[in-house]
């Protein structure tokens, strides 16, 4: 039989995919992971190392299943898959990404096809985390350029260093954590700020963090 595949869009901001072959009686399910589409313009590029459990629905879903790990090209590979209908569920995720709970279903009828098609296919988009860092003036509020800011883990190892501009820094796929936000070397006319301690939580959503600086007082007097 031909292997016939195509897209399936599961809800507004999840789309998932499996890709079903067949050869001599087997049937072989593979269910593809890439992350979300802000990156790299738009692609979508596979995640490594996302686990998986699959199991059957009608079993035990706190005791049963059967782990699976997604390979380079983010894809997972079930074989022998018997008819009946299966739940998937993500269990972890590579630093830096957020873990998806849902419970997915899809059944194997008794002639081997998913969603009666010889071939399924869902793609599955992973979100990251993301921080932004901004160095503001304590007045105004207005961003402050020319500071060289660094961003360091609990254990004092430099996560990133860069120069202040008039827009935010941002990192992404930076693992849920707290961190220490440093002012190596303040613009001119202001005063150093004082380190801020950023916790960075598994959320999608963006998450802002920000140091202030005061500027100094030229103070001049005639006699």
Not at 38 to 61: D, Q, T, Y
Not at 64 to 79: D, Q
Request: proline share 3%; glycine share 8%; aromatic share 8%.
């Amino acid at each position: 039989m031909s292997d016939v595949r195509r897209i399936m869009k599961i809800s507004g901001n999840v789309t998932r995919g499996l890709a079903v072959d067949f050869a001599e009686d087997s049937i072989y399910l593979k269910n593809k992971k890439v992350t979300e589409t802000e990156e790299a313009g738009g692609n979508r590029p596979p995640i490594e190392g996302v686990k998986f459990r699959l199991w059957e629905s009608s079993a035990n879903a706190d005791s049963a299943g059967t782990t699976y790990t997604t390979n380079k090209n983010g894809l997972i590979k079930l074989e022998g898959l018997s008819p009946a209908t299966y739940c998937i569920q993500e269990t972890a995720v590579p630093a830096g990404y957020v873990l998806d709970n849902t419970v997915y279903k899809f059944t194997v009828d008794a002639n081997g096809l998913v969603k009666n098609e010889q071939g399924y296919t869902m793609v599955i988009e992973n979100r990251y985390i993301k921080a932004e860092f901004l160095k503001t003036d304590k007045v105004t509020g207005e961003a402050v350029a020319g500071a060289v800011m660094q961003l360091t883990d609990k254990s004092g190892k430099v996560i990133d260093t860069w120069t202040s501009g008039k827009t935010a820094h941002r990192i992404n796929k930076l693992p849920a954590g707290e961190y220490v936000l440093t002012e190596i070397t303040a613009p001119s006319g202001y005063k150093k700020g004082k380190p801020v301690i950023c916790t960075v939580k598994s959320t999608s959503g963006v998450q802002k963090f920000q140091m202030t600086d005061v500027k100094m007082v030229t103070l001049t007097i005639n006699k």
